[in-house]
């Protein structure tokens, strides 16, 4: 077992230490959601991520354990890990999660059954997790609902991190509640954003692109509608109520959205 941060480092480097891996495992248990087997996965430590939106970012994957993402999806047992999203696309509806499961989840996914994550309290000390994270910007669930495993992950996590991002739809339910201080509730409507504000959460909402702002929003500096004006790596707007700062909204960037207006 790996016992200082230095050779974690190193083996997440890949650099002389056999076997390498290529991040680590943060939850395997089950669902907060229904109780079915999931994981959490954060990858991107030692190296950046590519996204052009979010900047360097430790990148978190939640995802059923026993099947693999693009098949969950097509199911609908991603409901271990999104919930009650209404992006899901078992519900059909006109706006679609922008996140393509058949290409980083799956990824990920596989990896994890390869055995290609180390393994807190197996592969190294799991008290080296808040210094392994320390001074990095955190993407609390780049695929699936943070709400999924227990907030108590995400708090040891994320304890020493430079700045993190977050963002929830289970803010009306218990297993929501311990991540009022870490994530944005994810509003689908005006009527959510204040129904959030009311129980005490800052919101996050994607809008149509002819719908107006609230007036107790603004848009992501982050966001093509923005300039682009920074990246969420540096941001630090999305860490929910642990800040005092207005909602966020952001246009639809879907892949239904940016198809129906294509055809337009």
């Given at each position: ?47 950046a ?12 994957f ?44 799956l ?8 055995g ?28 699936g ?9 995400w ?14 739809h ?43 702002t609230?007036?107790t ?20 707007l999305?860490?929910?109520a ?19 207006r294509?055809?337009?």
């Amino acid at each position: 077992m790996i016992k200082t941060i230095d050779t974690l480092r190193r083996a997440l480097m890949r650099r002389g230490i056999l076997p390498g891996f290529s991040g680590v495992v943060l939850y395997d248990g089950p669902s907060r959601i229904d109780g079915a087997p999931i994981v959490a996965i954060a990858c991107r430590i030692a190296d950046a991520s590519v996204n052009s939106k979010t900047g360097a970012m430790v990148q978190t994957f939640i995802m059923r354990r026993d099947i693999a993402p693009h098949k969950a999806l097509k199911t609908g047992d991603d409901s271990s890990v999104c919930g009650d999203c209404k992006l899901r696309p078992i519900y059909k509806g006109a706006t679609r999660c922008y996140v393509r499961v058949y290409q980083a989840p799956l990824s990920v996914w596989n990896a994890f059954h390869r055995g290609r994550y180390a393994v807190p309290g197996v592969d190294f000390d799991a008290a080296l997790l808040p210094e392994l994270f320390a001074g990095l910007s955190f993407r609390i669930g780049s695929y699936g609902d943070p709400a999924a495993i227990p907030a108590a992950v995400w708090k040891t996590a994320t304890r020493r991190v430079k700045n993190r991002t977050g963002y929830t739809h289970q803010w009306r339910k218990k297993i929501g509640a311990g991540l009022k201080g870490l994530c944005m509730a994810s509003a689908d409507s005006e009527s959510d954003v204040a129904d959030a504000t009311a129980r005490g959460w800052r919101t996050f909402r994607v809008r149509k692109h002819d719908a107006p702002t609230l007036a107790t929003e603004s848009v992501c500096p982050a966001s093509k509608e923005a300039g682009q004006r920074t990246q969420c790596d540096t941001c630090g707007l999305c860490q929910g109520a642990k800040i005092s700062a207005r909602n966020i909204v952001i246009a639809d960037h879907g892949l239904m959205d940016s198809r129906r207006r294509a055809v337009a």
